[in-house]
């Protein structure tokens, strides 16, 4: 006969609480569905019921719930893998990479109460193992599931956390196919796909605790730690060489900004740092970037259109040339959510006796700024915010200076307005390498 799989849910009214004899619930639940387990059967468990049973919960800070789950999650993380408006996702102390830390608020009794990841999922499943084989005799496998997203692929699965008695990775290293090439997949996550297999049968809205997949072929049992993917076998830990790219290529100029959505500080802080890894000459810190408010932005601004309409004016520019282009810096400029003033101060650089080497000792100060610059407009791309880096403040130095009350020291760098894009900027056109790398 061909292979064959069963897969059957045994649904259970139960509401799970603390210290709930959850093998009596599972072997009631069997009964109830007509079902007697035999050796070799695996039975799913949802997570969620293990953690009521073992009492995994945490009062819920108060505040907005998700917010309020969301800074649950970072707390009690080893790890924040990726941290964006829409998802947190993090790894676990057990090793899960997951969203929101595992961390559950729905369907649980009482308010504001969060549910955590069982503590261990392995020795709930061992010990859930240990207990169905006392009382019935059978040998049985236990997996403990939940659902998680993936990062390459839409939708959720559900996965294996905890696993007992049943295999969790198939090694099929050396194995061929038809054609006697050796498999290049070498693993295969029974486990996972045992917890996705029992998820097809489950009904979330009446609650299916347990799911019996019956017709298994016999492995070596293994754990759900099997499962968990050792860091140094992680090419997406740090990004890889395309992260970096990519991160790189995603900024943008971008000058108009959406005015309803607002800049989180902590995308500029983080924006900041990152400037502050930019190298700098003498192992000076030269870079300052002063967030201006409100009142300040508009007196600067405004000092600096009238040091511009007297340059461009002494030019002989038109005035409605004039008034055209100062009304589209102000476009950017005025309505950006947030405007930094950047500077380099010269304090760190070494004094020379001659203009030739002043100016270069200068401009090295200057190229730092810009490698700064360059970090935070790149972290800021990271966080979904838009930049553009106007030049503005570099040609009037002494009005910025005098309007901010800054010493001679401060050297500005333009102006960088940020804010969330209105909307998504143009694709990057394609580069040719060979336009700028020379060989001399
Ligand atoms: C030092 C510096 C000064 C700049 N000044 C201005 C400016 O005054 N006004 C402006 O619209 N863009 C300014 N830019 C942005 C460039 O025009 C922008 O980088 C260019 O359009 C390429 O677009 P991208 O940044 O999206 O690749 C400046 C860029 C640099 C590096």
């Known amino acids: 006969m061909s292979a064959r799989l069963e897969v059957v849910a045994l649904p259970s009214e139960q509401r799970f609480g603390a210290g709930d004899d959850l093998a009596a619930a599972l072997l009631q639940a069997a009964t109830d569905a007509g079902v007697e387990l035999r050796d070799g059967d695996v039975v799913c468990v949802a997570s969620k019921v293990v953690s009521l049973v073992e009492d995994a919960t945490r009062p819920l800070p108060a505040g907005d719930a998700r917010q309020a789950r969301r ?30 830390g595992g961390i559950d608020a729905s369907n649980v009794p009482g308010e504001r109460v969060a549910l955590l990841l069982p503590t261990d999922p392995d020795a709930s499943a061992e010990r859930l193992r240990a207990e169905v084989t006392r009382r019935t005799g059978r040998q049985v496998g ?42 290049e997949v070498t693993e295969a996550a029974i486990a996972d796909e045992v917890a996705g ?20 072929p016999a492995g070596r049992p293994g754990t759900g730690r099997d499962l968990l993917r050792p860091a140094d076998q992680d090419a997406f830990r740090a990004g890889g060489p395309t992260a970096a790219e990519f991160a790189v290529a995603s900024r943008r100029t971008v000058r108009r900004f959406d005015p309803a959505r607002p800049v989180p500080q902590t995308a500029v802080r983080a924006a900041v740092a990152a400037a502050m890894t930019a190298p700098a000459p003498h192992h000076t810190r030269p870079w300052r970037f002063l967030q201006l408010r409100a009142d300040t932005r508009q007196r600067l601004l405004d000092a600096m259109a009238r040091r511009w309409r007297e340059d461009l004016t002494a030019d002989g520019v038109p005035a409605s040339v004039v008034a055209r282009r100062l009304a589209r810096s102000d476009a950017v400029l005025r309505e950006a959510p947030v405007l930094l003033a950047p500077f380099v101060v010269l304090d760190g650089a070494h004094h020379y006796p001659d203009p030739r080497r002043t100016t270069a000792e200068r401009d090295l100060f200057v190229l730092s700024g810009g490698a700064a610059l360059q970090n935070l407009q790149v972290v800021l791309a990271a966080h979904g915010l838009g930049a553009a880096w106007i030049s503005s403040t570099a040609f009037c130095a002494p009005t910025v200076r005098e309007v901010l009350g800054l010493e001679a020291s401060w050297q500005p760098l333009g102006m960088v307005a940020l ?18 790398l020379l060989e001399r």
């Open 71 to 100: 800074r649950l999650a970072r707390e009690t993380a080893a790890r924040i893998v990726a941290d964006t408006p829409g998802v947190l996702v993090t790894e676990t102390p057990h090793g899960f990479v997951c969203a929101n």
């Open 142 to 183: 236990i997996v403990v599931t939940d659902t998680f997203g993936r990062p390459w692929r839409l939708g959720q699965t559900e996965v294996a956390l905890g696993v007992a008695g049943t295999a969790a990775l198939r090694d099929e290293r050396g194995a061929t196919d038809l054609d006697g090439r050796s498999l």
């Open 197 to 216: 297999a029992a998820d097809l049968v489950r009904d979330k809205g009446s609650g299916t605790p347990f799911v019996l997949v019956r017709g298994l």
């Open 419 to 436: 804010g969330h894009p209105a909307a998504a900027p143009a694709p990057r056109g394609t580069v040719d390498v060979d336009e700028v």
